[in-house]
């Protein structure tokens, strides 16, 4: 996830400061443009984070539950360490079944049907 925020932060450098306070010089071997920075860059800059928690939030508007949000993000779940141990179940039909529903979701955003 690292690798991909850096190419996310070399793709919105008008937010991006060198250790002067002005602009960032750019760094050899990487991009070095605003080809991602959104809404004009009225909301600032964004990360690969911030689509991990509107996915998130997106599930849970959907009905999804909120283990099952937790699994889709790969987090470790409290719990008892005996329950973790003898409970294999991978959830993978729920888990799909959450993408899908997020999936179809954004289709109808990006044809203009909501």
């Known amino acids: 996830?690292?690798?991909?925020?850096?190419?996310?932060?070399?793709?919105?450098?008008?937010?991006?400061?060198?250790?002067?306070?002005?602009?960032?010089?750019?760094?050899?071997?990487?991009?070095?443009?605003?080809?991602?920075?959104?809404?004009?860059g009225g909301n600032g800059a964004w990360t690969p984070h911030d689509l991990r928690?509107?996915?998130a939030t997106m599930m849970q508007g959907l009905g999804v539950s909120l283990e099952i949000i937790d699994r889709c993000q790969n987090h470790v779940l409290p719990g008892s360490k005996v329950r973790r141990h003898y409970l294999h179940h991978d959830y993978a039909h729920e888990k799909r079944e959450a993408w899908r529903q997020l999936g179809e979701r954004l289709l109808l955003i990006l044809s203009g049907q909501v």
């Open 53 to 55: 928690r509107t996915g």
């Open 1 to 40: 996830m690292k690798s991909i925020s850096k190419q996310v932060g070399d793709r919105q450098t008008r937010f991006k400061k060198g250790a002067d306070g002005g602009p960032r010089k750019p760094m050899k071997n990487r991009r070095h443009d605003n080809t991602l920075v959104l809404a004009a």
